[in-house]
């Protein structure tokens, strides 16, 4: 698959995922700095990842999930980028984010790789959406093309209610 930033082709490292895959382990930071890996989180998950939450377009994405999470109960929204803790959770409580998980990924890179999502060109993470069970299995998968593109929310949330 071919991803690109502003136009420009990036590389990204690890293997992609696809549906009917077993979601991946991995380890992230949370905004207390604890660890959190896959075993941690429970049911249908919604699993994004943004090149940085201050950013126009990550910034507009994860306000609208969180307030379309808001509408679905059993569903858990986790938006995973590169940015500090500190910078998540100050950005969070800027924008009153609260039915959004924000993870960090700065530390060991392991979601990235793990999940085919780091931008190696970037150091950044790329723009995906996946809605995974609560067999741990895949159930949407989807890599922009585009980094600086939208995702299709409609499909992400349709995806995420099937799975229930």
Do not use: H
Not at 27 to 54: A, W, Y
Not at 94 to 101: A, P, Q
């Amino acid at each position: 698959m071919e991803v690109k930033f502003q136009g420009n082709k990036v590389t990204l490292v690890g293997k992609q995922l696809k549906v009917g895959d077993q979601f991946p382990e991995f380890t992230v930071t949370n905004n207390s700095m604890e660890q959190v890996t896959l075993g941690d989180t429970k049911g249908v998950r919604i699993f994004l990842t943004v090149p940085s939450v201050d950013t126009p377009v990550c910034d507009l994405e994860v306000k609208t999930f969180n307030k379309k999470a808001s509408e679905i109960s059993g569903v858990t929204v986790y938006t995973i980028s590169m940015d500090l803790p500190f910078a998540q959770s100050r950005w969070c409580g800027s924008e009153g984010i609260k039915n959004v998980v924000t993870l960090s990924d700065y530390k060991d890179r392991e979601f990235g790789n793990a999940t085919g999502t780091y931008v190696k060109e970037l150091g950044l993470l790329a723009r995906t959406a996946f809605v995974v069970g609560s067999d741990n299995k895949i159930v949407y998968a989807n890599y922009l093309t585009e980094i600086t593109d939208y995702p299709n929310y409609e499909e992400v949330l349709e995806a995420a209610k099937l799975a229930q």
